[in-house]
């Protein structure tokens, strides 16, 4: 007997490659849809598929929007995925026939692209996510961004690494990537007022590390175009992040 799993998926004019990502996931006992405002054709291609389910409810913070979603599911097992993340059909398999642990996390091979190109360079390469668990001993934290999987009794996770894989397509073009810098930076700012120490000079030269690291130490030199913008995305990235993270501490003081 196939083992009984519910994938939960955030949506948020998400049309882009719903229908892919839904498709590739026919064949799981749920799908768990919790959007936050679509305005586009978001919900009507999710209604088109027979296991998925549709809540709604305002944006929260991704851990807290992900806790909430593992608990509207009808099954233990929890497979959390992306709205731009089509699963192969090698995972799938995986989850349905494996004998799973309720104590172990199991984790999956992210494979990102970019402009149709598999991007193996600026840290994209080697990216491995432990989202497959049972809700009964893990959970989300509650983080606003960089959420992740945590043990509910505290203790350190086993990481079970399975074979299947997703393709991973976060940005069609450098609109993309404009429209979640202006996103995550201001969850991060949020999350890190009065925790961490921010001033445009530390936005700055964070910044420019950030390019280094990514351009050179992680090869992106070798990605060409797509790895030239990648490396200037995750500057740009630290810089605002750190910049409004700054105005949130000195307009509270």
């Known amino acids: 007997m196939a083992n009984a799993i519910s994938a939960v998926i955030l949506t948020r004019d998400s049309e882009r490659l719903l229908a892919q990502v839904l498709g590739a996931l026919a064949r799981l006992d749920e799908v768990v849809l919790l959007d936050n405002g679509s305005q586009d054709k978001t919900l009507a291609i999710a209604k088109e598929f027979a296991n998925v389910t549709i809540h709604e409810h305002p944006f929260i913070g991704f851990g807290k929007m992900k806790q909430l979603g593992a608990k509207l599911a009808k099954n233990d097992w929890i497979l959390s995925i992306d709205s731009d993340e089509i699963a192969s059909d090698l995972l799938v398999d995986e989850l349905l026939a494996l004998p799973l642990d309720p104590q172990i996390l199991y ?15 600026c840290g994209w390469g080697h990216d491995r996510f432990a989202g497959v668990y049972h809700r009964q001993y893990a ?24 074979r299947g894989f997703i393709s991973h397509y976060p940005f069609e073009n450098a609109e993309g990537f404009l429209v979640k810098i202006k996103t995550y930076s201001a969850l991060y700012a949020k999350q890190n007022e009065g925790k961490k120490y921010a001033s445009p000079s530390k936005a700055i030269l964070r910044s420019i590390w950030a390019f280094v690291r990514s351009y050179f130490l992680q090869k992106g030199f070798l990605c060409g175009y797509e790895g030239f913008i990648i490396s200037a995305y995750n500057a740009q990235s630290v810089f605002w992040k750190y910049i409004l993270l700054y105005e949130r501490q000195n307009d509270k003081a």
């Open 139 to 162: 959970d989300f934290d509650a983080s606003e961004v960089h959420e992740k999987v945590v043990m509910r009794d505290g203790s350190r996770p086993k990481v079970h690494d399975l």
């Open 107 to 121: 984790a999956y091979d992210v494979q990102n692209f970019y402009r149709g190109r598999h991007i193996r360079c």
